[in-house]
């Protein structure tokens, strides 16, 4: 059962009872939260594995135990999972899971609004949709927690949210309800037909024109902050949001796939000084020494992206050069507007694993504690330490070997079905 | 030369030392699919076929010896669906359009190719696309490149058909059904999949006919009357062709109502189908079962993506060959990627195939489907000398093709800079050509697919 399904039984039981009786059930039922995991190899991704290994996972949903199952009995009362393999919770650094659903109709997509150029002040919350049936799906691969929102295709399309891969409610999945502002510089946020942009150059000029517009409205918000006989502002949600990225709250991310748009890209951040996130960045390899020089982190295209378009120079094997100069990475489910409608970080982890020559450990940690420090949430998650929420994904062997199983996913101690129990439903 | 005659020499050259192999590849684990797998021997090439396959040590001698300790060696892989070349089938006139060739709009020197020899892929039945009832006719190819040879040896589509006995060329024909052939307000494409199977069920009525009239103009001894053959027709000829059983009908299908609407209609017309993608193949896997066809599965790494496509499981293969259904999996390239072929295969273990069944669906099964069987599909002496040289086991995601070997030349090597660009990807690797690939193209293009608007996709131009 998981939390949510726990607490709704409990505000059932307790709404017919109003008793004891009620009562009594979710205390013994919160008690069965306390975890346990044995597992044959355990990735913690704070150091070398550790083989015959033990992880507690405490009422409160946190790790409070990891070591050699030999030097820690298991406390009575916990539900023991075993498992050959469990590595953390994975973290894909970048989707549109909850936003582009299933069936890939008007109904379910939600990633971009196109009436618009430029739209900063979209919120993910309101568009998160916790119960497409491929949130659960990509869990049961072991992925339990997706930065997730607005996609690209616009020059400025929206903002996004970091959430666990569960809850009935885009509250009970969110634990960053704003992260980041997506931008997209480059042919996929062109107009036709004498509309802008139709160009590389104004695509810059009117992103440039709409920060230094911010740049002004956030000196307006200062000066009342300091002058309390000055007026503020009216409200501007769009500029607010981009005030926030001028002032390196939030993160500008820019999807920019062509060498000369990451270019590009890193030229505005220069100019306006907001901290720049590159996403897709097929071609990176070409810039990996400029990148890794400012820190640039990249949340790189699916390892198996079709290589076409403005990606047709896309290199299985980018994520190798970036890891090999030092530029930070994670590797990012993105957005797909055919089939696969979703992505599996696990799946595009083990092919830069494997055929994209970047070995095992690189490939598990951009998957998981890479993706978890360029999100900025790697207190939480993105590795099994103490302290740490319970998100562990447990499978029968190596998890990227095509043949592998997840046999079962821990959010915060709270179980769910792996790959061969999980079902999505028909249709 | 007379077969038998070939048997002979085959026969005399593995007895006669002084007729040495050209080419043997030693110390090498053997998966021949023919037969249970070899821990250690070799693989004997001669004039582009097999010469032996054989444990232990190769004790003739050869003209070349390449050591592959350590490595895995099958059957080059065959692909029943793929798109690479640069492909265009029918076009927007009529929803069937059977006596179109795809065979005459392949560019040999698209990079897909390259790609496809990456993934250890050598025999390859190029398709039209799903956007009609019928795109046209497909083609079975060979890639039959040479490292050593300007161009790779290839300069025109001929170097690389299958042909078959009587020198024709060989391929299928490409339907489909459900909504990638749906227009809305389309004028001569169907709306519905009733009128689908009205305007399919009509085109085949019109076939028989014809038939009917190439049959009256044989007379009693057997001569042809050319004054009573009708008026040439390419597609009713295509389809008469279907229903004599000379052609093999290749059906893009998803929905479980859809497929059974292939198996019913192959039935009334008697052709022999190999049903590809089946979404839903798993709904209906004894109804496939009972009909006698194939299949040739999609490996899509999540469900969606369109309507029809929502029931894609990894569980197909493996329940369709539990049911008793010959089944492969296709890269349907480039949906799938030729260059890891071998994932799709190792998808369908994970979902239950038998290793067995997996590794015959990208080899011998694959090879039937297509009529090539006598001459692909396993290591067999006297069949083509069609190998990939692996790192490691078949399934393995560390496991990369480092050689491909097409009728015993050497048609990709990792270790090449260029191949490997070609594997990787990178500058100077791209395609140069961009099939016309329904509804792939048409989505990122216009935002529709079939007419339907997929909201919010309509400008994105990447594939992103």
Redesign the interface.
């Known amino acids: 059962m998981n939390k949510a399904e726990h607490r709704n039984l409990c505000r059932s039981v307790g709404g017919m009872l109003r008793a004891v009786v009620g009562a009594a059930l979710c205390v013994a039922s919160a008690a069965s939260a306390q975890v346990a995991v044995k597992a044959g190899t355990l990735h913690t991704m704070e150091g070398e594995p550790i083989t015959d290994a033990l992880v507690l996972i405490g009422e409160g949903g946190q790790i409070d135990y990891v070591g050699k199952a030999s030097e820690r009995a298991i406390p009575e009362g916990y539900t023991t999972h075993e498992c050959a393999v469990a590595t953390p919770g994975l973290v894909d650094v970048r989707s549109t899971l909850g936003f582009t ?6 109904a379910d ?6 009436s618009a150029r430029l739209q900063p002040g979209l919120r993910a919350i309101d568009a998160y949709n916790p119960r497409d049936r ?1 949130i659960g ?2 869990r049961s691969f072991g992925v339990t927690t997706v930065h997730t929102g607005h ?4 020059l400025i399309s929206g903002q996004t949210m970091i959430a666990k891969t569960r809850g009935d409610t885009v509250e009970d999945a969110a634990f960053v309800p704003a992260k980041a502002v997506a931008a997209t510089l ?6 036709g037909g004498g509309k802008s942009p139709g160009s590389r150059a104004k695509a810059m000029e009117m992103l440039r024109a709409e920060l230094l517009k911010a740049q002004a409205h956030g000196a307006k918000i200062a000066r009342a902050e300091s002058d309390p006989e000055t007026e503020g502002p009216s409200r501007d949600l769009a500029m607010e949001s981009l005030v926030s990225v001028l002032n390196r709250e939030t993160p500008l991310i820019i ?1 920019a ?1 062509r060498a000369q748009d990451i270019a590009n890209a890193m030229r505005l951040a220069d100019e306006f000084g907001f901290t720049l996130w590159l996403e ?1 960045a097929a071609e990176s ?2 810039l990996a020494d400029q990148l890794k020089e400012r820190g640039t982190p990249v949340l790189l ?1 699916p390892t ?14 980018t994520a190798k050069v970036l890891k090999d100069a030092g530029v930070p990475f994670a590797i990012e489910s ?11 970080v696990l ?1 595009e982890a ?2 830069a ?4 020559e970047l070995g095992f450990g690189d490939a598990l940690a951009a998957v998981t504690i890479e993706a978890a420090k360029i999100l900025g949430v790697d207190g939480r998650v993105g590795s099994i330490a103490v302290g740490k929420d319970g998100d562990i994904a447990m499978y029968n062997a ?1 998890p ?6 997840c046999v079962g996913v821990l959010i915060e101690g709270d179980h769910f079905a792996g790959e061969r129990e999980f079902d ?1 439903g ?2 | 030369m007379p077969s038998f005659l070939a048997a002979v020499l085959v026969a005399a050259a593995s007895t006669i030392t002084a007729s040495a192999a050209d080419l043997v590849f030693t110390n090498a684990q053997i998966i021949p699919i023919e037969g249970a797998e070899i821990e250690r021997g070799f693989v004997a090439v001669t004039d582009g076929r097999i010469e032996a396959v054989g444990s232990g040590g190769f004790s003739g001698a050869a003209d070349q010896t390449i050591d592959c300790a350590g490595k895995v060696i099958m059957p080059g892989l065959v692909d029943t669906h793929s798109h690479i070349g640069g492909i265009g089938g029918a076009d927007g006139s009529g929803p069937i359009q059977p006596g179109v060739r795809v065979r005459d709009s392949i560019n040999v020197r698209d990079a897909g190719f390259r790609r496809a020899l990456a993934g250890g892929l050598t025999s390859i039945n190029i398709m039209p696309g799903s956007g009609h009832l019928s795109s046209g006719q497909t083609v079975y190819v060979k890639l039959r490149h040479d490292t050593s040879a300007p161009g790779f040896g290839v300069r025109t589509i001929d170097d690389i058909t299958y042909y078959d006995e009587d020198g024709e060329p060989m391929g299928g024909l490409k339907m489909a059904n459900g909504t990638n052939p749906q227009r809305d307000n389309g004028g001569p494409f169907p709306g519905t999949r009733g009128r689908a199977a009205f305007l399919v069920r009509s085109k085949f009525i019109e076939a028989r006919a014809y038939q009917a009239k190439l049959d009256a103009a044989v007379n009693e001894d057997g001569s042809v009357d050319a004054s009573k053959l009708p008026d040439r027709d390419l597609d009713l000829e295509a389809l008469a062709e279907v229903m004599r059983g000379e052609r093999t009908v290749h059906h893009h299908t998803h929905r479980h109502d859809d497929i059974i609407t292939v198996l019913r209609l192959a039935k009334e017309f008697g052709f022999r189908v190999v049903l590809h993608h089946v979404s839903d193949g798993w ?1 209906v896997a004894d109804e496939i079962a009972e009909a006698g066809a194939e299949v040739s599965a999609i490996m ?8 029809e ?4 499981r990894f569980d197909t293969p493996g329940i369709l060959e539990r049911a008793g259904v010959r089944t492969v999996v296709h890269t349907d390239d ?2 799938t ?1 030729s ?2 072929f071998l ?1 799709s295969a ?2 369908a ?2 979902g239950g195939m038998t290793r067995r069944g997996a590794l015959e669906s990208v080899t011998l099964a694959g090879a039937e489907m297509l009529d090539i069987d006598d001459r692909v599909g396993t290591l067999t002496p006297s069949k083509d000398a069609d190998l990939i040289v692996l790192s490691g086991d078949p ?6 093709v480092e050689q491909t070997y097409v009728e015993g030349n050497l048609a990709f090597d990792r270790a090449d800079e260029g191949d490997r660009l070609s ?9 140069d050509s ?1 099939p016309y690939f329904c ?2 193209n048409e ?2 293009t216009t935002g529709r ?1 079939g007419g ?13």
């Open positions: 659903g299933l069936y890939n109709v008007d997509q939600d990633q971009l609004d196109d491929l799906y990509s996609g690209p295709g616009e480059g042919p996929r946020a062109h107009k999807a796939d897709s390899y070409l295209h198996m992206a079709r290589s076409w378009g403005e990606r047709a120079s896309l290199s299985y094997n993105g957005y797909e507007g055919y089939v696969p409608k979703v992505r599996v799946f083990a092919a694993a494997g055929y994209g190596d990227f070997e095509y043949t592998t199983h999505i028909y249709p | 709904l899509i790494d999540s469900p969606g993506g369109k309507h496509a929502v029931g894609v480039w949906i990627d260059r890891i994932r190792a998808l273990i994970r399934f393995s995601v560390y496991t990369v594997a990787l990807g990178g500058y100077g690797a791209a395609t961009e509804c792939y989505l990122m697919v339907v608007q997929m909201r919010g996709t309509g400008s994105a131009g990447s594939g992103n």
